[in-house]
């Protein structure tokens, strides 16, 4: 039973301009959102967090939204960097274990 | 800061063979996750580990089992490889079990291929 999902599998964005990325969750007993970035041959990587007692958090580039009462999130990214281009999972947590989305390829095209 | 090692990198075993797979934390982390992602999907949570005990599980048979080490290193084993076992494994650490406010560091993963 999937409580997280993602229901875009890819995104294509231009670079400079902003990418989108949309998770929905079940349970409503997590307290933490996450977002991990994937490259190839690589493990995910930490991007950016919020505690279920916000409705945003930003971190340079990124932002982070939540919406509880329709227990959705998104990342936004600004601008939107060849480099970005990744799979990003967003994971949600009550406690000691991540539950992950199945993840949204984003390309930025030049 | 030395982050999360993982090896082997790759691994081929047949079905019913066993498996083991090793992880070093990251320098200051006391808390050690292993994941399972599968090809197409995201990341499965296996269990935890922190202080050398399990801390919790995720929806896997007892076939998989794991060790904390005092150094905080790790390992994962699994016996009676089935071929639905083909995936990476991931290890990851924290500096607590909570890992909403101490997010996980996760190490490259090894790839295991079970024929």
Redesign the interface.
């Known amino acids: 039973d999937q409580q997280v999902k993602q229901n875009s599998p890819s995104l294509s964005v231009q670079e400079g301009r902003i990418s989108i990325l949309n998770c929905d969750y079940t349970n409503s007993m997590f307290d933490y959102f996450l977002w991990y970035k994937k490259y190839p041959a690589e493990g995910p990587t930490f991007l950016i967090s919020i505690s279920s007692i916000k409705d945003k958090n930003e971190d340079g580039r990124f932002t982070v939204f939540l919406n509880k009462s329709a227990k959705h999130l998104s990342l936004h990214i600004v601008p939107s960097q060849p480099g970005d281009s990744a799979v990003y999972f967003c994971a949600a947590t009550a406690g000691y274990a991540l539950n992950f989305g199945k993840g949204t390829s984003l390309l930025v095209t030049p | 800061e030395t982050g ?1 090692t993982q090896s082997p990198t790759h691994l081929i075993k047949t079905r019913g063979q066993q498996v083991t797979l090793r992880c070093s934390s990251q320098s200051g982390h006391n808390t050690v ?1 292993w ?1 399972q992602q599968a090809l ?6 296996i269990f ?1 580990y ?1 202080r050398e005990e399990e ?2 599980r ?1 929806n896997f048979p007892p076939r998989f089992s794991g060790l904390q080490f005092p150094n905080y290193s790790s390992e994962l084993n699994v016996n009676a490889l089935e071929l639905d076992d083909s995936a990476l494994y ?1 290890c ?1 650490s924290s500096r607590s ?5 101490s ?7 090894t790839r295991l291929t079970v024929t």
């Open positions: 999360v996750s994941y197409g999907q995201g990341p499965q949570f935890q922190y801390n919790g995720g991931l990851a079990d909570r890992v909403g406010n997010p996980l560091h996760f190490g490259n993963g």
